[in-house]
């Protein structure tokens, strides 16, 4: 046996090449990564495989669990205090190597990416978080900039307000449609890539848009424009969702929300400075300028997200059927090149339909009542925020207020301060009563941790909501009808703003938790959906406010919210448990 042994570590002593050196240290890093990925898809899914439909807390985030497993009530107590004490803890972060991160250009990104995103230290995931919502804000930054320069642009092209609209319109359309697809190849190829691709074409259309030389070729980059700005819409919610457990999801929701809100808040005054100072062109070179700058947080900033999946085991060559010198090679090789045609023209046909047609499947989750109910809860209230916008840049432009670009601009800011009041307030409100009602309903599961329902975050705050921003809108609609001083309709904005906030960070965090295993798909067709109203509210508002005035179209607007959230939200909270189960039924037998 000594010779035998001996003989076996004759080798391992021997001086390794540095090729063989990387070798082994590459293979032991893919080990290490998949040991850890395994673990960490295990921790994750070990409720989801047993159980459907509800979250519980857990040191790996908020599982999905089912209901609650009566368990003896001391040992029940003894697991609570435990996980009560092990929940302070936290799970040391498995870095994947820089030459194996994800991602467009992720040998630059500073932050590393990990095997389990939720076991990042809570100032990376705020970070992230900030990284995510100053991206977002592109999008309402790039519709908000244009409003107080739209006058000046209808002068300059020689158009009609109406026409110039279509320049905001068009741009929310390309906004509610893109998302589908920026969310679909995000589920693919990663959030990462998807962010960098879309921010450079926004660049590039900025500048496209700024070069305009008439409103046709304006209204095209603007939807270039738009399109572009829309995938961090869908996917920073996605990314949002792969941080953060559910049980913190709701005020990190709401800071990520802060970052569109942002935009209208800042948007209208930067726009109205620079079109009063340097023209109607100078918005567009800003944008070009932001996109600009959002590219290289992105590119050192944030690291792929997306949690990995186990690579398939490929599968072992095939040895050659026939060889060289055989009489019938010939006439196989001319049939293998009609069959290699073939096979091209199949794998062609396929890549369009993954790549164009397939990402229009999402849309068939609006056949599910929760998600279609929470969605028109949301695009309503939605819808009539851009009624608003156009109402202050057509209003206060013209007697009996007059008020100068800038002027206009700064009129933006009471429903923009309402926009981070409510996401400050609500963001945190939410987990609240999330946590509130599971432990009123005693809903543990058998290791003794809460069991969280995405329904828990309608309760009062919903109907608190859906009964005061419509109050919001008939306080700005009729005090603007009668020339009221400013104040007055902006305490009205304001009012909304901080109201429609709450609808928007509970519908946004609840779609993201229905659709668990694709996050981002829920709140793509949130934003198709509520775009679509934008778009429609921002084409009708300057004809129907020129025919009936500001007072009868927010008292329309405000009675048609009303009765649509109250019917959505009475829905939700009678039927949402039933019709969520048979949903995530349905969802697990098809993604």
Not at 34 to 56: F, I, P
Request: aromatic content about 10%; overall charge positive.
């Amino acid at each position: 046996m000594a010779p035998a042994a001996a003989s076996d570590a004759a080798p391992a002593s021997k001086q390794e090449s540095p090729e063989e050196h990387e070798h082994r240290e590459t293979q032991s890093s893919i080990l290490s990564i998949n040991s850890a990925r395994s673990e960490s898809q295990e921790s994750r899914t070990q409720h989801d495989e047993k159980n459907g439909g509800v979250w519980s807390t857990g040191l790996d985030g908020l599982d999905v669990g089912a209901g609650v497993d009566p368990q003896n009530t001391a040992e029940l107590g003894m697991s609570r205090s435990q996980s009560r004490a092990s929940s302070t803890r936290t799970r040391p972060a498995v870095v994947v190597p820089r030459g194996q991160r994800r991602g467009l250009l992720s040998r630059f990104t500073i932050v590393p990416e990990v095997v389990n995103p939720y076991d990042y230290k809570r100032v990376t995931k705020w970070g992230i978080t900030a990284t995510i919502a100053v991206a977002t804000a592109a999008a309402p930054l790039g519709s908000s900039i244009f409003y107080p320069a739209l006058n000046t642009i209808s002068i300059e092209f020689n158009t009609t307000s109406t026409i110039t609209n279509l320049a905001v319109a068009m741009y929310m359309v390309a906004m509610s449609i893109f998302p589908i697809w920026w969310s679909a190849f995000s589920e693919q190829f990663g959030r990462r890539s998807i962010y960098l691709a879309s921010f450079s074409l926004f660049v590039l259309f900025s500048i496209a848009s700024a070069l305009s030389v008439d409103i046709s070729m304006l209204i095209v980059m603007r939807i270039g424009v738009g399109g572009a700005s829309a995938s961090v819409q869908a996917v920073g919610a996605g990314t949002i969702a792969d941080i953060w457990e559910p049980r913190e999801r709701g005020l990190a929701m709401s800071m990520f929300y802060l970052g569109p809100l942002l935009g209208p808040l800042f948007a209208p005054i930067i726009g109205g400075a620079l079109s009063q100072a340097f023209g109607w062109k100078s918005t567009m070179w800003f944008l070009a300028i932001y996109g600009g700058v959002i590219v290289v947080m992105l590119t050192l900033l944030l690291p792929e997200t997306l949690a990995r999946e186990k690579a398939a085991q490929p599968p072992p060559p095939r040895p050659p059927l026939i060889s060289g010198n055989d009489t019938a090679a010939a006439s196989l090789r001319r049939l293998s090149t009609r069959e290699s045609t073939t096979l091209h023209a199949k794998k062609f046909t396929s890549a369009v339909y993954r790549f164009i047609f397939a990402p229009l499947k999402v849309l068939l989750i609006l056949r599910f009542p929760p998600v279609l109910i929470t969605v028109i809860l949301a695009a309503f209230a939605f819808g009539s925020l851009f009624v608003m916008n156009i109402t202050v840049q057509q209003q206060f432009a013209k007697p009996p207020y007059s008020y100068p670009e800038l002027t206009v601009g700064l009129l933006y800011i009471p429903s923009g301060l309402g926009y981070v009041v409510g996401s400050l307030v609500g963001g945190r409100w939410l987990d609240y009563i999330m946590a509130r009602e599971a432990v009123k309903a005693n809903r543990y599961n058998d290791k003794g941790k809460l069991v969280y329902l995405p329904e828990d975050r309608l309760r009062e705050n919903a109907w608190m909501a859906v009964t005061v921003y419509p109050c919001g809108l008939l306080l700005f609609g009729w005090t603007i009808n009668y020339g009221v001083m400013w104040l007055a309709p902006a305490a009205g904005a304001f009012i909304f703003g901080i109201t429609s906030m709450l609808v928007f960070s509970a519908a946004t965090t609840m779609l993201t938790e229905f659709i668990r295993k694709k996050s981002s798909a829920g709140v793509a067709v949130n934003n198709f959906v509520r775009n679509l109203l934008s778009c429609i509210g921002t084409v009708v508002a300057a004809p129907w406010l020129n025919a009936v005035g500001p007072g009868w179209v927010f008292t329309a607007t405000a009675l048609f919210c009303m009765v649509i959230s109250y019917t959505c939200v009475f829905f939700l909270q009678r039927n949402g448990p039933k019709w969520r189960k048979v949903m995530e039924k349905a969802l697990a037998e098809t993604m």
